[in-house]
């Protein structure tokens, strides 16, 4: 497991776009679990929506690329790189992310060659799939 100090020493990431709080489980390359607390005092619910809170769902496409990014890059060949996104595809949102929910992030790697990878990510609450994507990357 890894906490937010050791995330940060992987991505080059920060308050208030670290949108992961813990990678509870992680094949290095090949995939990986972290979890996002969702807190009322996230920056983004002033505005989205102040009268019904709901996390931006591109914002949970993020949390999924940061999930994959910590996969790929605490390969020692990568260390010290970033990923960036260079595509998304199949993205599904299924169901509001609010205040309070706890969302899992799961992400496997379904190819990678060389600098460029496919990542699937599926992002739960209670068990529920709240989201899906395919999250094309490019390590820099």
Known sequence: MLDIKEIM??????????????IEEME??????GKKCVSYNEP?????????????GVLIIEAMA????????????YKGKIAFFGGIN???FRQKV??????NIEVEMIKVKGPVGIGKGTATVDGKVVASAEITFMIG
């Open 9 to 22: 020493n992987i991505i080059p990431h920060r308050s208030p776009f670290l949108l992961i709080d813990r």
């Open 44 to 56: 983004f619910f002033a505005g989205h929506f102040p009268t019904e809170p709901v996390m931006p």
């Open 98 to 103: 609010v205040p309070g929910d706890v969302l």
């Open 90 to 92: 199949k993205a599904k």
């Open 66 to 77: 940061q999930v994959g990014a910590v996969c790929c890059l605490s390969d020692e060949k």
């Open 28 to 33: 290095v390359g090949k995939r990986a679990v």
